[in-house]
């Protein structure tokens, strides 16, 4: 995986400045889909609901542990609902009390990136986001999809490709209601949607969550704790890019870091339950 990272970040940074790649098609055909998105979620949970459902109940499931109480990954997800649609709240609406100093949060955050983010610094920026690029994740989607099919491991499976897909589907869907308008300074960034919340990040926390989750099972300790610290480097590297790059509001980021720890959290009850079935 690492080597693959590696390859991905050298293709970014030669492409860096061509604008017309591979992202500009991805973002046009989502651009396409957006008046379906309505349809694609409802269509999306009724179909993971219903292979869950089908799914083989006499493996273990390998995402959580069936000794711990689905109450706090349930408590965890409900908090990270509860405050990202309060922050929504607060962002969309200009009468609210919060929402002069959050607007001020975010415009100190802006300047301070425009003022001290060099060119140098910003290339090596482009080359870190990466990470979270929808093609990278697509790709690192479909080889873990792959491996845990040819394991027969179909909870972890379900979980991974439901979450994910999950994910996508509701930040593009709340990009279109919210509508909230990028930064003024992209710095020749090529990006999709509107600002709020931010995808990069709600993916990378989804992404990189369920990978150590499906993970940590089939590591020793150490290593499991070691896979922990490069998916959370990986992911907080992703989500400072995002507000350092200028292409997200600090709102942004913190939305979809939240969004993206919800469906982690809810991943885990589920398999969590899943084993207690077995």
């Known amino acids: 995986m690492a080597a693959l990272w590696l390859f991905g970040a050298e293709q970014v940074w030669a492409q860096s400045r061509d604008l017309a790649g ?35 109940r006499r493996q273990t499931a390998v995402l959580y542990g069936s000794q711990r109480s689905v109450g706090v990954p349930l408590s965890v997800a409900a908090g990270c609902l509860l405050v990202f649609a309060m ?29 001290h ?17 929808v093609r990278w994740l697509v790709v690192l989607v479909l080889l873990v999809a792959g491996w845990l099919a040819l394991g027969a491991q179909w909870p972890a499976l379900w979980a991974w490709v439901f979450f994910i897909g999950l994910n996508g589907l509701v930040v593009r869907l709340l990009k279109n209601l ?10 020749e960034m090529l990006t999709s949607g509107a600002s709020f919340p931010s995808g990069h990040t709600s993916g990378a926390v989804v992404v990189y969550g369920l990978l150590w989750l499906v993970l940590r099972g089939r590591l020793a300790p150490a290593a499991s704790r070691a896979l922990a610290w490069l998916c959370g480097a ?26 993206g720890l919800a469906w982690c959290a809810l991943a885990a009850m589920v398999l969590a339950r899943g084993e207690r079935a077995n």
């Open 22 to 56: 591979g992202s500009s098609l991805v973002f046009q055909t989502l651009a396409m889909l957006d008046a379906w998105m309505p349809a694609l979620l409802v269509t999306w949970l009724v179909v993971g609901v219903l292979a869950w459902r089908w799914l083989p």
């Open 87 to 115: 922050l929504a709240w607060v962002v969309v609406y200009p009468e609210h009390a919060g929402h002069a100093r959050l607007m001020a949060a975010d415009a100190g955050a802006q300047q301070w990136a425009q003022d």
């Open 117 to 133: 983010v060099s060119p140098p610094m910003r290339e090596l920026l482009h080359v870190l986001t990466a990470a979270g690029d």
């Open 178 to 187: 919210l509508d909230r308008a990028r930064p003024e300074v992209l710095h």
């Open 234 to 259: 990986l992911v907080a590297t992703i989500a400072l890019s995002r507000i350092l790059l200028q292409a997200h509001f600090a709102s942004d980021v913190l939305a979809g870091a939240l969004l």
